[in-house]
């Protein structure tokens, strides 16, 4: 019988500590019957989400929660990222694959591409105001093979 | 940030002894090659294979690094697991970046 829960991480809002978060939900998300790779894809979503919320919706201030929920239910697991500082302007849209000149290093963003591995690498994505909180929501499905 | 260094024939050997290269050590890393190439370390084979995580703030610290040296010298990866490879094929950056298995043979490439 598959295994189903609810736990919550939370961290003060210092980078120093993600790793605290990220290597918590790997382990939970490999109890849970993913691969390595997906859980290290599930793993690098939330540290990006996490990340977002230390740097821009509190500025990289300390003292302040970022929580995770993670839920793991039968086909799935669902983590919620959630701060209570600035809400981020968010469009919905995928972000598009980064477009890579091999030849012109120059123009090569060093930074922006967090948003499009958290889309890349999780199966649903949605962001969210709830009274004072703002909600990062990252799904990933567990393969059924995997879940049975 | 703990690395290690070692000049051989002109190739700068640089070794990652975190286990992430994420947000937090990021600019350690991303400081340490700007110094190497000020230094006039053109030539750069970054040996990754203590590394088992890897997010956008290191693979940015890596490009850094890239766009330093220009056209003028060549940055290499060796030793870099699957799951940090798959990193490097989602972003693109193995396009960018000529990826070996063995840091030895990421070295020898750069010799040549």
């Not at chain 1, 929580?67 to 669902?78: A, K, M, W």
């Amino acid at each position: 019988m598959p295994q189903t829960g609810t736990i919550t991480l939370t961290i003060d809002s210092r980078i120093d500590h993600v790793f605290l978060v990220g290597s918590a939900v790997n382990k939970i998300c490999t109890a849970a019957a993913l691969s390595e790779q997906e859980a290290y894809e599930a793993e690098v979503s939330v540290v990006e989400a996490v990340n977002n919320a230390i740097e821009h919706a509190y500025d990289n201030r300390a003292g302040h929660p970022v929580e995770v929920v993670v839920t793991v239910d039968n086909d799935r697991i669902v983590f919620q990222v959630c701060d209570w500082g600035r809400t981020l302007e968010w469009t919905g849209e995928r972000p598009p694959a980064p477009i890579v000149n091999a030849d012109d290093t120059a123009s090569l963003p060093e930074g922006g591409r967090g948003l499009f591995i958290m889309y890349a690498f999780t199966d649903a994505i949605d962001y969210r105001r709830r009274g004072a909180k703002n909600v990062l929501t990252l799904v990933k499905h567990v393969p059924r093979a995997q879940a049975a | 940030m703990e690395l290690e260094q070692q000049l051989e024939n002109g190739v700068m050997r640089l070794k990652v002894l975190e286990r992430r290269l994420d947000a937090r050590t990021a600019a350690g890393l991303k400081d340490k090659m700007a110094e190497l190439i000020q230094a006039g370390n053109w030539r750069i084979a970054l040996d990754l294979s203590q590394v088992q995580f890897v997010d956008s703030s290191g693979l940015g610290a890596i490009v850094s690094a890239r766009k330093q040296l220009g056209s003028n010298g060549d940055l290499v990866i060796g030793g870099a697991c699957d799951t940090l490879l798959s990193m490097f094929k989602l972003t693109r950056l193995d396009k960018v970046f000529r990826i070996f298995n063995q840091t030895d043979d990421a070295v020898a490439a750069l010799r040549q």
